[in-house]
């Protein structure tokens, strides 16, 4: 059985120099590997905040916004993830 990944994660980067950030394709991931990022992001000092809303159809799901600051990475200023997570898929569990 193929693994669901209900869980869509988006990626923003801003590089040191440059004036803009990169916004990197939104990548499907599962309920697991966020949770793991989320708890590393944690120890490593970034700062997660999670804010409950709704999807544009209307379904419950929660926000998670991580921010690693500058010296995190090299050549980065900022990088900031976001991962859109279906209430449901946490209810499977």
């Known amino acids: 059985m193929k693994p669901r990944r209900p ?3 988006t990626s ?3 590089y040191t120099g440059r004036d803009h ?3 990197y394709l939104p990548e499907a991931v599962t309920v697991d ?3 793991q990022c989320i708890r590393r992001a944690r120890f490593h000092g970034a700062t997660v905040t999670l ?6 159809t209307g379904d419950a799901v929660q926000l998670a916004h991580v921010h690693y600051g500058p ?3 090299s050549n980065t200023d900022a990088v900031t993830d976001i991962y859109e997570i ?4 946490l209810l499977d569990l």
């Not at 279906?86 to 898929?89: E, R």
């Open 12 to 14: 923003l980067v801003h």
């Open 86 to 89: 279906p209430v449901t898929a």
């Open 7 to 9: 869980v869509q994660l």
């Open 33 to 35: 590997i966020t949770r």
């Open 21 to 23: 950030q990169t916004t």
């Open 51 to 56: 804010h409950p809303t709704t999807d544009r």
């Open 71 to 73: 010296g995190h990475w």
